[in-house]
């Protein structure tokens, strides 16, 4: 069940399901530690001898307050008469998810309604040997186990405290789980309970005929006991609605620390392009890793998680977030600077705090060993880094990255090629399914090398930059020889050189093929180039009601019918839209990558969430959602086609737009 609505800053995260169940919860990393293992808190009420569990009878509204990582969330039961509104935060200092809910009776008699929360703790991923306790000295209910504390407390009634609670055993013999307890309406106030555990907390309202009532609740997180009481102490001092309207006040701020140009967008549009940086941003760890999904339910799938840093998401969304003007991408690239192999290379990914994570790539082959790597991770840092160095100029931050970062990965890139074809030696593809020399690993490591020649140069070594391009050279040379498919007019989408001198090519169409152009390999406005996109068009536009793009030819990854190439993605749709954007020469033109824009606007949730790929037939999100790397590629994919526009020609007679200038590749 996809994710939606996430808040947080860069060390506490929450977000929800569909049905506003809260899902995940991470401290103190974004991605890391899931302190519910994806199991849902629930939420129920009970009104007059009824009781209803979300989503039992429950119409329900999510999305955010605008320009804000406030949730806003809207929840009717008519046969309840009750209507709620209910805004979530994670507070942008403080550890504290807090929520403020607005409970209206639509009935035309007073009603006693009782709120019931109830809390399915995995803390630090698993259920054996945590502590659920009502502590009296704040009212509250403290869940436990070694350094990860949660302190849950509510604001109802003008009073601290709940109003009523019990703990109890769950997942262990007849045992269910407390949060059956709250069906009755009345909760047994057991006051502790260890291993396996659960707890539910109570708010009592009595609200009168076409009014509301207002009340607050609350999670804070921290390592100890003394942590969560000081966030308790603060909570008391300043207000829990003051959190909500600093929240609020400094997540409009930062999204529009850019003056953007939004009359030249849609509506829909500059909605999604603002709601892509903050959904980025509550995917940065504080300490500069940038994680690819927090979603548990594809664990399913897989037995694994999205919740890890890929080198080659973080370098594309760092450059996305450059691009729009966010410096705060410094904390990723010194945050790669730790990460990176001695030799110069970036190994599959790595978690949240920076170790090594799970990997199903081998580091042998036949027998024989082999580096278990993504080159294009490696190259894609050097080249958004180079961007970012132009984008904000910042010689002092740049100085400490050059030998330990740039030059080291510039090395390595130098030296992992054969000699007699100036390509990359064989590594594993972006989709992690096949082992070649790729084609949009070869343009990456061009672009790259590029960027660190650029570095050299600007730090006065002129012979090692003449060495970093003549590299580049040497690989858009084999680019043109071994990766062009000339019966074919485009480029193969990898290529293996066997031992007898053979050469196996695979002629799959693959939308990442776009990489030819995106990293500065060839212009856009290639002859090769025009014939590879076109085709990737023609073969993977998903022709049913829906459309986008898929990954490639005949995609098994969740697919959902033979009738179609694949899923359409978000990313690969974009990518067609950067290629549009790239080779408009007039306004008109520009207007044929702004209608795939538009599509990925139209195809999110109602939140603005963008997901992994959709169906194409349901148009409903699969696997991870939010993808960082969708809202990422949004946020460039705009940025490009702003950018392009301010580069117009004007009728010297009339002043209307006539023609785009093409900008430097």
Excluded at 148 to 163: P, Q, W
Excluded at 376 to 384: C, F, G, K, P
Excluded at 414 to 421: G, H
Excluded at 447 to 453: E, I, N, P, S, V
Aim: charged residues 25%.
């Amino acid at each position: 069940m996809p994710r939606d609505i996430p808040v947080g800053n860069g060390t506490m995260y929450v977000s929800f399901d569909k049905d506003y169940l809260l899902r995940e919860l991470n401290f103190p990393h974004v991605g890391e530690e899931n302190h519910t293992r994806g199991e849902p808190f629930r939420f129920g009420v009970w009104v007059d001898g009824k009781f209803r569990w979300l989503p039992d009878g429950w119409q329900i509204k999510r999305d955010y307050l605008d320009h804000s990582l406030v949730t806003n969330v809207e929840l009717t039961n008519p046969s309840l008469e009750l209507q709620i509104l209910s805004n979530d935060i994670v507070d942008f200092h403080e550890n504290i998810y807090l929520r403020k809910m607005v409970v209206e009776n639509r009935a035309d008699i007073e009603k006693e309604v009782k709120i019931f929360f109830a809390h399915d703790f995995h803390i630090y991923g698993t259920e054996i040997g945590d502590t659920a306790a009502h502590r009296p000295e704040v009212g509250g209910i403290l869940h436990y186990k070694g350094e990860r504390h949660f302190l849950i407390n509510a604001f109802a009634n003008n009073k601290y405290g709940v109003d009523a609670f019990a703990t109890g055993n769950k997942e262990t013999g007849n045992f269910k789980g407390t949060w059956l307890d709250a069906e009755d309406g009345i909760l047994s106030g057991n006051p502790i309970a260890q291993g396996s555990v659960d707890s539910v907390i109570a708010i009592h309202l009595n609200i009168k005929a076409k009014e509301k009532e207002t009340f607050y609740y609350w999670i804070s997180a921290g390592k100890n006991w003394l942590e969560v009481k000081a966030l308790e102490d603060k909570i008391r001092k300043r207000g829990p609605e003051s959190f909500l309207h600093r929240t609020k006040d400094y997540w409009n701020l930062w999204v529009h620390k850019e003056k953007l140009n939004y009359a030249l967008l849609p509506p829909k549009v500059a909605t999604i392009y603002k709601k892509s940086l903050l959904l980025c941003r509550t995917q940065i760890n504080n300490c500069g890793s940038i994680i690819a999904a927090c979603d548990s339910d594809v664990i399913l799938f897989n037995r694994d998680t999205y919740s890890y840093m890929w080198p080659r998401d973080g370098a594309l969304t760092a450059n996305a977030l450059d691009l729009a003007g966010y410096a705060i991408t410094n904390t990723f690239y010194n945050f790669c600077v730790k990460i990176i192999e001695n030799e110069g290379f970036f190994l599959h990914k790595y978690t949240p705090s920076g170790s090594l994570a799970s990997s199903w790539h081998p580091w042998e082959k036949e027998h024989k060993p082999q580096l278990p790597i993504q080159e294009d991770e490696t190259a894609l840092v050097i080249w958004a880094l180079w961007i970012h160095f132009k984008k904000f100029n910042d010689v002092e931050f740049i100085k400490p990255l050059y030998r330990c970062l740039i030059k080291k990965a510039a090395d390595f890139m130098m030296n992992y090629r054969n000699p007699e074809t100036g390509l990359p030696l064989p590594s594993y593809d972006l989709w992690e399914e096949r082992q070649g020399v790729i084609t949009f690993t070869v343009a990456t490591v061009y672009g790259g090398l590029l960027a660190a020649a650029n570095f050299a140069e600007a730090f006065g070594e002129k012979d090692l930059a003449e060495s970093y391009r003549d590299g580049a050279a040497q690989m858009r040379r084999g680019m043109d020889q071994y990766l062009w498919l000339a019966e074919e007019n485009r480029f193969a989408r990898m290529i293996n050189f066997n031992k007898d001198g053979s050469i196996e090519v695979d002629k799959t169409i693959d939308a990442s093929v776009y990489a030819i152009f995106a990293f500065g390999a060839y212009p856009a406005t290639d002859e090769k180039v025009a014939s590879t996109m076109n085709q990737v068009y023609d073969k993977l536009w998903c022709r049913m009601d829906g459309g986008g793009i898929a990954r490639y030819e005949n995609d098994p990854y969740y697919r959902q019918a033979d009738n179609v190439p694949g899923n359409p993605w978000f990313v690969t749709t974009l990518w067609l839209a950067q290629y549009y954007i790239a080779i408009a020469t007039t306004v008109d033109e520009l207007k044929k990558g702004m209608e795939l824009i538009e599509w990925v606007a139209d195809h999110a949730l109602p939140s603005g969430v963008l997901a992994e790929q959709v169906n194409p037939f349901t148009h409903e999100p699969l696997s991870v959602s939010p993808l960082t790397w969708s809202h990422a590629t949004f946020i460039t994919t705009v940025q490009q086609y702003l950018d392009k526009h301010t580069h117009v020609d004007l009728c010297p007679t009339c002043g209307h737009a006539i023609h785009l200038k093409m900008l430097e590749e």
